[in-house]
Every structure is written in C-alpha cells, then in structure tokens.
C-alpha cells in the first residue's frame, strides 16, 4: 500500500503545490516583467513625449517653454503641416485599401485549402520578407522601380512603355519615373507591410466554419452572397486587425517617403526632422499625436460598424 | 408517385490511385416522398457522404442522383430545392435568431417584412416564438437545435436533410425532439433524411432506413424488418442488441447449420437440468425495465432479458435457457 500523499521529488514538485495553492502567483510571476516593460519603459517614455505637445517652443530663443498651452496644436493646423497630415492619410489609407484587396485571395486560399505541405509553403512564402532587412528591400524597391530599372524596361520590353509614361503623367501622383513618384511609395509601402495584413485575415478566415459557408449555400446564397453576407463579416475583426498594422505602420514610418518618391513629407518625417535636427520637440510630439487620434477614431468607427461583434 | 431522391448506382472516391477510398459504393437507393427515412450506420460508412451527394456538397464519380427525379448532378447546392440541419448547427453568430431563420429567404430576394414575418412564424412552429432578438451564442443546445431546423424549413424544401441533429444533446432532450422531429415531419408532410449512428434513434423516427457498412448499403427496410429479421451479421450486430449466433449454436438449438439472430426478450432462463442451452452468467446489467443478463454457452455468449419484478441470477450460476422457436431469425449472409 503506498501512502494517500506522494512524497514531493524535488523542488518543481513543491514550487507546482506552491502555485497550485496560490493560482494568481503564478500569474503575477508571468506577467509582471512584461507589464513593467510595457507600463513603465515604453508608454510611460511615450507619455512623456505626448506631455511636450501641451508645451510649445519660444520663437526668439528656440526653448521650449514649460507652461500648458495648445499653442502648438494650432501649429499642426497650418496649411503646411495639414498637407503633411493630408498627405499621410490619404497614402494610409490607400495602402491599408490595396494591401487588403491583395491578401484576401492569400489568405483565403491559405484558410480554405492549403494543407500541410501548402500551408508550410504559405507562411514560408508570406514571412520569407521579413528576413531580410527592411532597408536592403526599401532600396532594392527604388532600383526595381528606378528609371533605368526592370519596370521601366519590361514595360518597354511588352510594348507597355506608353502606359507607364501614361499613368506617370497623371497629376498629383505621377513624377518622372516610378521611384520618385507617389505611386512608388504607395507600391513600396504595400510590399513592405502586405505580411501583416494577410496573417491575421488568414487567421480570422481560418475561424469561419467550413459548414457555415456551406449552410450559406444550402440555403440558397450565391458565392457573392455568401461572401458579403458570411465570409466578410466573420472575417472583418481580421482584417480590421490587420488594417490596423498597415495604416498606423504607413502612417509612422519615415524611411520609405525618404528613400522612394517625391521629398514630400509625412507625419513619421515630419517628427523624425522636428525632434532631431529642428529640435522643436513639441510640435513633433503634437504630430506623433495624431496618428494615435486617428486610429482611436477608426477603431470607434470599426466597433460601431459591427466589426468586433463576431470576436 | 416520384420518389423524393433516388441513387443509381452512385460511387465516390476519396483520395486517388491505388490509394482511392470508396466512400460510396455502387449504392442504389429510393427515399420515398414524404418518408422520414433514416441512413444509419458506423462513422465511415459512407451515410454522412450520402447526404452530402444530396445536398450537392460532394459529386459522385459515377452513377446518378435524381431529386424528384431530375438528375442533378450538375445543379450546385444553392440551386437544390434541399436544405440541411448541420451537425454543428452551423448558426451565423453574427446575425440574431430572426436573421438566421430568415437567410435563405434573405439571399433569395423576399423583403424586409414578410422574410421576418415568416421567421416568427417559423421559431413559433419550433417553440422558440420571442427569442427572434438573441444571438446564437445565447441559447442552449437544444434551442440552437431548433433554430437550425427552422433556418432550414423556412424555404419550404422538398427535401429537409439532417445530419447527426441531435448528436449534440443529453439523452432527456433528445427523446424529447425525437418526438417533436417525428411529429413535425408529419405534420408538413416534408420529406426528412436522417444520418446517425444511434441505432435507437433511427429505428423510434424513422419510418425507413438504409444500414451502411464500408460505403454500401447492408439492408433497406422499415424498422420492425431490420431489427426482427437482419440480413448480415453486420445488421445485427450493429442494430440489435441482439444475439448473433454462430451456426454451432444455431445447429444445437435445432435450426440448420447457418448464422441467425436471436432476440434477448425471446429468451429466459430455466432452471439447469434438462435445458438444450446452459451456461453460467458472465455478467448482469441493470437498465431499469429490465436486466440485461450475458450467459456463456457453448460457442456464443447470449444476453437473456429478464424483466424487472422477477429474480435477477447471480453472476457465475448457472442457468439453463429456452427460447420462442418463432423468434429465431436465420440470416441470409454471413
């Protein structure tokens, strides 16, 4: 007969008694470090810049002056710095727009059919950018799109060369070859960040029940129905998800402007060549502000649409 | 009268080559109009792939489906006049009670009003009149359940296919829709399939059914042919819980030397001395009306019925058996 209690082997054994009489120990344990981490190093740092934006910075002598005002607010509403917002916005949107057309397709295929092997293939071929580093592809972009480059000599290669210099020619977007043009940037940023739209539509596409697309049939809906009705509103959390990444990552990067397309500013360069070289630390943190204004905004607008109601 | 759905000869294939599995196999079948028909059998079988050749989810390599019949093997399942209850139920957790009954009635163009107005009419019919407002997520089981039927008998199909509907549910529940299932079908004279795999189910609803085994159809008939007279020891074994006897054992009790089955309620004990069968009980269960009791004779083991009110052996007596000549069925295969 071996006793009603186990003795204990060694210390895991007493440490596992000892979460099992106190649960939340363990769970404090976890998520302590992380949650300093977060709390204190990363949005404690970011509160402290957001506080500059309530300052604003002495003309003559170039000091910020530490008094509460929204002086540099009105700053932001300058027609310069609106464009610089304007501008951002528009392309964020764009990106976030084109990047989810483009991945539905691969992320549904991925959800629906691909299996072992296919799937393998998939995440490979889906992450497979992201190793490399950002600015080796950033660059790699601009002389992919450069004047001399492969675009440019395909499209001449097919007889296309007209229809390039045509959609160069178009106003506002267009410029002298696709490298220094908006519709460079726009292409660069949709390559760069297209991975983090597709893996979270993949997985919110992976969740919809293979039955409930067939009781959609079942009872009568074509594909289109079945997509607008079933698919697209089971799968809106992800792809809000995922247009989350893409628009508040178009939204603060100051690389990809700098190195493809035209010199116009966006908000990430704005702040970048504010707190650095034009050292007017609050109106940069005033432009680090929107952004985050703007995506509480969308994401209000997305709850209210009903886009959270199937989480 | 057209039958509601026929198979002629109907064959599908999962996987290729050498490695091809059928699922179906070469299968005929006639479900009659208005019939409440039931495909039992083990998972694998090939019945769960049957309703889908219906419902139009899978195509059959050969042979022909005929709904009505039409042929049709190139018409999709949105175009089928058939609709399914999904084993999961497969409710829209993002639209409301109102709205998943109201669907097929939705994607087939009918407005606002009437759609919603046939939607109450229908949860009324299943008894969930007032839940039109909830989500999916705030019902139990069993109102899931008649949700998913009312979703699927609100178009009015010609043919209402269920798939191990109550599959999901505890044992009062699904005695209960048993019932309501039976008397709903009557009642709309509709014609109902049913997949399962709980022989119980399908021989107290049914008023056919087909036995699968291995992609093929073991027997078709009503519930009182299967259960009395089983043609293979498949059908017996998997409908009955009755005794399968070996032609040893049939030979002894004085039948020909061949396969046959032997209800345990034909069966009683006997005191020892003089019995043409006896053995010594291997095992006693209880099931409330009566005691299911395993004797081990010679070449079988065989469980005796004995009714609730009389004595129940001890397990390791040993107990002579007599049996009505009349109940002893001989089956056609092995």
């Known amino acids: ?311 | 009268m057209t039958p509601a759905v026929t198979f002629a000869a109907v064959t599908r294939r999962f996987g290729a080559g050498p490695a091809a599995v059928r699922a179906v196999d070469r299968v005929d079948l006639t479900v009659p109009e208005g019939a409440f028909f039931a495909m039992l059998g083990p998972s694998g079988s090939g019945k769960t792939t049957c309703l889908r050749l219906i419902s139009g989810f899978e195509k059959p390599d050969e042979g022909a489906v005929r709904i009505f019949g039409q042929d049709v093997s190139g018409t999709p399942p949105h175009l089928r006049n058939v609709n399914t209850v999904f084993q999961d139920y497969a409710l829209f957790p993002h639209l409301n009670v109102r709205d998943n009954v109201a669907y097929g009635l939705m994607v087939r163009g009918m407005a606002r009003r009437p759609r919603h107005e046939r939607a109450e009419a229908m949860l009324a019919l299943v008894k969930l009149a007032g839940y039109g407002d909830r989500r999916p997520a705030q019902l139990s089981g069993g109102q899931r359940q008649r949700v998913a039927l009312a979703r699927a008998l609100v178009g009015e199909p010609r043919v209402l296919l269920l798939d191990e509907p109550l599959g999901a549910l505890d044992l009062k529940l699904r005695e209960a829709m048993q019932d309501e299932l039976r008397a709903l079908q009557r009642r709309l004279g509709i014609t109902f399939v049913l997949v399962t795999h709980d022989q119980g189910e399908a021989l107290s609803m049914a008023d056919r059914l087909a036995v699968f085994n291995e992609g093929r159809i073991a027997q078709v008939g009503t519930p009182a042919e299967i259960y009395d007279r089983p043609r293979t020891r498949f059908v017996a074994d998997f409908v009955g819980s009755s005794n399968v006897l070996p032609p040893s054992v049939t030979q002894a009790l004085g039948g020909p030397p061949r396969w046959a089955s032997l209800r345990p309620e034909a069966l009683r004990l006997t005191p020892p001395g003089g019995a043409v069968l006896a053995g010594a009980v291997t095992a006693v269960r209880y099931l409330g009306s009566a005691s299911r009791v395993q004797v081990a004779v010679p070449g079988a083991e065989l469980g005796v019925m004995v009714p609730a009110g009389e004595a129940v052996p001890e397990p390791g007596s040993t107990h002579g058996l007599a049996f009505d000549p009349a109940a002893l069925h001989l089956m056609e295969e092995a």
């Open chain 1, 1 to 311: 007969m071996t006793a009603a209690i186990l003795p204990a082997r060694g210390l895991g054994d007493r440490l596992t008694a000892v979460f099992w009489r106190r649960p939340r120990l363990l769970l404090g344990l976890l998520l302590g470090p992380p949650l300093l981490w977060l709390g204190v190093v990363y949005l404690g740092s970011l509160a402290a810049l957001l506080v500059q934006s309530v300052f604003a910075i002495d003309e003559f002598s170039g000091l910020v002056v530490y008094e509460p005002t929204l002086k540099t607010y009105a700053e932001l509403a300058r027609p310069a710095n609106l464009d610089i917002i304007l501008r951002t916005l528009v392309m964020a949107a764009a990106v976030t727009l084109a990047c989810a057309v483009v991945a539905f397709p691969i992320a549904l295929c991925a959800a629906r059919h691909a299996t072992g092997r296919w799937k393998a293939v998939f995440y490979l071929g889906v992450m497979l950018p992201l190793w490399s580093s950002y600015l080796v592809k950033v660059y790699a972009w601009k002389l992919i799109l450069a004047k001399e480059g492969i675009v440019t000599w395909a499209a001449e290669g097919i007889g296309a060369g007209p229809i390039l210099n045509l959609v160069l020619s178009l106003p506002g977007i267009g410029g002298n070859s696709l490298s220094t043009s908006y519709i460079g940037t726009f292409l660069v940023f949709v390559y760069v960040w297209l991975p983090f739209m597709i893996l979270p539509m993949q997985a919110a596409l992976e969740r919809v029940p293979a039955s409930m697309i067939e009781a959609s049939a079942d009872l009568g809906a074509t594909r289109g129905q079945t997509f607008r009705t079933v698919v697209l509103p089971l799968a809106l959390p992800g792809v809000v998800a995922g247009s989350i990444f893409t628009f508040s990552l178009t939204m603060g990067d100051y690389i990809i402007p700098q190195i493809v397309g035209t010199s116009a500013r966006f908000i990430g360069l704005a702040v970048y060549q504010l707190q650095g070289t034009a050292g007017n630390l609050p109106l940069a943190a005033a432009f680090a502000v929107v952004p985050i204004a703007i995506m509480v905004v969308y994401l209000a607008v997305a709850r209210r649409m009903g886009a959270f109601d199937a989480l």
